[in-house]
């Protein structure tokens, strides 16, 4: 079993819609908990760092759920430039850092 | 501000030949990671550095090696290159602290695309 495990998508949903994605950890003492976003043949770039009580950047939410070990990023109002792949990323030690990335979830968002 | 930075952005190698990377993390950052990605495939752990040490090892081949230099730049070195060698290597950098703000939150330098023919 993979460490860190995201929905396989690929997602392909209409403008304005509303996507939600999931991810599962394996280390039960994972620390931190973040979403990239990686356009095509590009970098990962930090979307939202997941915080325990769950937080929301405009139309970004993300929650985490310790007891079941998975975190979740929900889109709302899609925008085409959302079109991505979504990469959730655990660091899973306290003290030091091993981060793993889930194997990324594609979204495409059509008009 | 200043980013973390990659040299060079793209190489092309013959296979059995060797390869060099560098990454130039974000200043006062004291980790550095390298990361391997395929066509297709997610962001593979290869190694990381932690203040010049390894710190962690992942998926590296033993014909790679990587170290962390005392002005905090990183290399990977890569011999005996082969055809599955191809991809993009990104290096990453971040400062460890626990409970602080933005801690432990990977900046990404723009990658190096190497290719073996």
């Known amino acids: 079993r993979k460490e860190v495990e995201q929905d396989p998508g690929p997602f392909n949903v209409p403008e304005g819609a509303t996507v939600a994605f999931n991810c599962t950890y394996s280390n039960s003492a994972s620390q931190s908990f973040f979403w990239y976003r990686q356009d095509c043949r590009k970098e990962p770039k930090l979307l939202m760092s997941?915080?325990?009580s769950g937080n929301e950047d405009g139309r970004f939410t993300a929650q985490l759920n310790r007891a079941s070990q998975y975190i979740s990023l929900l889109i709302r109002d899609s925008k085409l430039s959302d079109s991505a792949t979504y990469l959730c990323?655990?660091?899973?030690?306290?003290?030091?850092?091993?981060?793993?990335f889930g194997s990324g979830t594609r979204l495409s968002i059509r008009p | 501000a200043a980013g973390v930075i990659q040299s060079p952005r793209h190489l092309i190698k013959e296979k059995r030949e060797t390869a060099t990377l560098k990454c130039y993390p974000i200043p006062r950052h004291d980790t550095v990671y390298w990361y391997q990605q395929g066509p297709g495939q997610d962001p593979q752990f290869l190694i990381s550095f932690y203040e010049k040490m390894q710190s962690d090892k992942g998926s590296i081949p033993d014909r790679f090696s990587a170290q962390q230099f005392s002005d905090y730049h990183s290399e990977l070195n890569m011999s005996s290159l082969e055809l599955g060698d191809s991809a993009l290597y990104f290096c990453?950098?971040?400062?460890?602290?626990?409970?602080?703000?933005?801690?432990?939150?990977?900046?990404f330098g723009a990658g190096s695309r190497l290719t073996v023919l």
């Open positions: 990453a950098s971040s400062f460890w602290d626990r409970g602080v703000s933005g801690a432990n939150v990977l900046t």
């Open positions: 997941v915080y325990s």
């Open positions: 990323v655990v660091n899973m030690r306290s003290s030091a850092s091993k981060i793993i």
